[in-house]
């Protein structure tokens, strides 16, 4: 089985940072792509950023410039650097791995979810 376990959510000023860990063990073969998921109260959850095998990058227009998501392949470890915080990145945030197993399986992953907030 595999398992994601998250880290580095709280609370935090506006303007300030944090930085979220997503750690994966178990029967991991290979990490493909990789992404940070968010929901807060009452809305759907949605795509924050996102990161392929190969390093690509993609992000939602409203963390654009504020938001890194990096990798570290070695570690079966997701990050994502979030500055410049505002009250909207109030959420619960998630982290989705697409993992091929041991058992040449390709399934996706997540987190349990780690909780961001930003006071004003």
């Known amino acids: 089985q595999v398992q994601l376990v998250e880290s580095g959510g709280g609370l935090v000023q506006a303007g300030g940072s944090l930085r979220l860990s997503c750690a994966a063990s178990?029967?991991?073969?290979?990490?493909?792509?990789m992404g940070w998921y968010r929901q807060a109260p009452g809305k759907q959850r949605e795509l924050v950023a996102a990161?392929?095998?190969?390093?690509?990058?993609d992000y939602a227009e409203s963390v654009k410039g504020r938001f890194t998501i990096s990798r570290d392949n070695a570690k079966n470890t997701l990050y994502l650097q979030m500055n410049s915080l505002k009250p909207e990145d109030t959420a619960v945030y998630y982290c989705?791995?697409?993992?091929?197993?041991?058992?040449?399986?390709?399934?996706?992953?997540w987190g349990q979810g780690t909780q961001v907030t930003v006071s004003s």
């Open positions: 989705n791995f697409r993992i091929t197993t041991t058992r040449f399986l390709l399934s996706r992953y």
């Open positions: 178990g029967n991991i073969f290979r990490n493909n792509d």
């Open positions: 990161i392929t095998s190969g390093g690509d990058t």
